[in-house]
């Protein structure tokens, strides 16, 4: 007998609920495992350095070129007749050459500066016998 005739037959339902939890355990499982690894065209192994701190700061000599081609050294300004006569210039700034401290010869020369003012550099200090040299930088502020 079928007293149900009124009633229509219900819809099976598939309960998701228990599927969503499987898969949340496999992606956990499978984020935890999983080891990522950078891979570059090139193995290289970068050196490593421990430097100390400097006690005192070195004995500078600083030679500055301005865009019109002058120089200046520890900001005094002198004038230029020849390399000879800027390495006699630069020894003068610097007496402690004679005691054995050699100083750093720092360039600090305007973007717009000749290059052959600051080879006229490069030649004086070489002639005074400065082998330490370096250029003086800054940062691209529009940066």
């Known amino acids: 007998m079928n007293f149900r005739k009124g009633r229509g037959r219900e819809e099976p339902e598939i309960n998701l609920i228990p599927f969503i939890d499987v898969l949340l355990v496999i992606l956990i499982f499978l984020m935890v495992s999983t080891t990522y690894s950078k891979y ?18 070195p004995l500078e000599l600083n030679v500055a070129v301005n865009a019109r081609g002058e ?19 630069m020894k003068k700034a610097v007496p402690d ?20 003012r600051v080879i006229n550099v490069l030649e004086a200090a070489r002639l005074a016998g400065l082998e330490r040299i370096t250029f003086a930088t800054q940062t691209d502020s529009r940066r």
């Open 40 to 57: 570059s065209e090139l193995q290289i192994m970068l050196p490593t350095a421990e430097a100390e701190k400097m006690p005192q700061r």
């Open 97 to 116: 050459i004679q005691n054995g401290k050699e100083p750093v010869v720092i360039i600090s020369a305007d973007g717009d500066a000749p290059h052959q």
């Open 71 to 89: 120089y200046a050294i520890n900001n005094n300004r002198i004038s230029y007749h020849d390399p000879a006569q800027l390495a006699q210039e």
